[in-house]
């Protein structure tokens, strides 16, 4: 193995400490061990290797197992570029040391039980640094107000990290986001209008489980516009990194809706998803909503939103999560939610709608748990008739072969009493002895015209419901009566 350059043993079921021999490898370059039930001290395997390839060393990637202790001084491995360490159980804090790895351009340290401060300090000097997540741990993110970092991210999050009270005012030198998620990190502020405008490239956001106090231009601001990516409705490509043909992350998506997993999974798309939820918004929903047709999940629920659902929400065809419970709305259920075949999970529940809830394919599909808490809504899928109704609501246009039935069952009794009546009539003429006498021959011709008369009947019958099915399918559209 002296020429080894790349040691990939991930998601087996390895078990025990890091070998310290990988650390001796003097040409390795990349190391993944990662989703396995690896364990021990991650200090143990960084102070007893010799690092003889730390000018060579680039990635390693030991996430997803139950390694645990301090996070050591890193700037041996003063190459590095990839540093995954996310899902373990280290714990302390991040050492201000990870600022000396300045050829990094990847810090994953998210789910594990780190504490105390990060500041400018820790990453001033990482110059190159591209993605970064903190998220799931116990840190305070403390920048100053008037900090330039000196990297542009394309992806970051610090979900459940501290960020209070302010809104992060260093975001606004950050022109390149694609993925933005800085959920549940109680801020207490308004979203600056320079926020929005710095959002051309964004295709994930997070801001949910804050207390934003309304944004300005009055609620969620026209300038969605300026969300240029959103906008794509084509195939966007994955940027996800590769090094020495391994994928350092997957575009795969795990969403939590209701306690529920669903994932998303694409390995040639990005999501593209915006989540407000939980925040104290106002205002409605723009109609500039529609011109994000690349949008795949929204979710605005707990916002304190109100007004109409606008039917440009009709026009997001990709969309497979919509979640606008526990809101203000009012008004109809817009027809044309009733257009997005895609969509997976609805949830329009406690809010104020009101009307019919529209008809249609996709629709049809959600239960009496997407509406609940509408207490004037109406429809199938509530079991509940809406006034005016005498049967059950059926589509305009949708031929109905038990109306037809009917139809042609009131037709028929009709011409039977009105055939037999005027059969009747001429038959009495017929057999009337004063008329025709009484010999067997008149009398055979009166039974025979009798049989006519009564096959004629049913013939006509029988005519009538033809033309009935004829027409009846006629009047069906084309596409319908396919």
Not at 150 to 161: E, G, I, K
Request: aromatic share 10%; proline share 3%; glycine share 8%.
């Amino acid at each position: 193995m002296k020429s080894l350059e790349i040691l990939s043993l991930n998601t087996n079921k390895l078990q025990g400490e890091i070998p310290v021999s990988f650390g001796n490898i003097c040409t390795l370059q990349e190391l993944h061990l990662d989703n396995n039930n690896l364990s021990g001290e991650i200090s143990n395997f960084i102070q007893n290797s010799s690092w003889c390839n730390r000018h060579v060393f680039q990635i390693l990637d030991l996430s997803h197992n139950k390694i645990g202790g301090n996070l050591d001084n890193l700037s041996i491995c003063s190459s590095l570029r990839m540093l995954d360490l996310s899902n373990n159980q280290l714990k302390g804090e991040i050492p201000k040391s990870i600022g000396l790895l300045d050829e990094l351009e990847e810090l994953h340290l998210k789910e594990n039980y780190f504490e105390g401060d990060v500041n400018e300090l820790h990453l001033t000097n990482l110059s190159k640094l591209e993605k970064l997540d903190l998220s799931d741990n116990s840190l305070s993110v403390r920048f100053g107000t008037t900090w330039i970092p000196t990297f542009q991210l394309v992806y970051l999050r610090l979900a459940s990290c501290k960020l209070c009270p302010s809104f992060p005012s260093w975001l606004h030198t950050q022109g390149y986001l694609n993925c933005l998620d800085i959920s549940d990190t109680e801020i207490d502020d308004y979203v600056p209008d320079w926020f929005w405008n710095k959002l051309q490239s964004i295709r994930e956001m997070n801001i949910s489980y804050n207390s934003l106090k309304g944004i300005t231009c009055r609620g969620i601001p026209t300038c969605l516009r300026n969300f240029t990516t959103m906008m794509e409705k084509g195939v966007v490509k994955s940027e996800g990194v590769y090094r020495g043909g391994y994928a350092i992350y997957d575009s795969n998506v795990l969403l939590m809706w209701k306690g529920q997993e669903h994932m998303y999974w694409n390995p040639e798309n990005f999501l593209k998803s915006i989540d407000l939820s939980s925040n104290d918004l106002t205002g409605e929903i723009p109609k500039e909503v529609g011109y994000l047709l690349g949008l795949v999940s929204l979710k605005l629920s707990r916002s304190n939103l109100g007004g109409e659902i606008p039917c440009d929400i009709g026009s997001l065809i990709l969309l497979e999560f919509l979640d606008l419970s526990r809101n203000q709305f009012s008004g109809k259920i817009p027809s044309a939610l009733s257009k997005i075949d895609r969509l997976a999970v609805l949830d329009l529940s406690n809010n104020f709608l009101i009307g019919r809830i529209p008809w249609g394919r996709q629709l049809q599909t959600f239960d009496a748990s997407s509406f609940e808490g509408d207490l004037d809504l109406c429809g199938e899928q509530l079991n509940k008739s809406c006034l005016g109704d005498n049967t059950t609501t059926k589509p305009q246009g949708v031929a109905n072969y038990e109306d037809d039935n009917s139809l042609f069952y009131e037709a028929l009794y009709m011409s039977k009493g009105l055939g037999f009546f005027t059969d009747y009539i001429i038959l009495m003429v017929e057999v009337n002895p004063s008329a025709a006498g009484s010999s067997r021959t008149s009398s055979y011709f009166s039974k025979k015209r009798l049989f006519v008369m009564l096959g004629r009947n049913y013939s006509w019958c029988a005519l009538f419901r033809v033309v009935l099915q004829y027409y009846s399918y006629a009047s069906v559209p084309a596409t319908e009566a396919i």
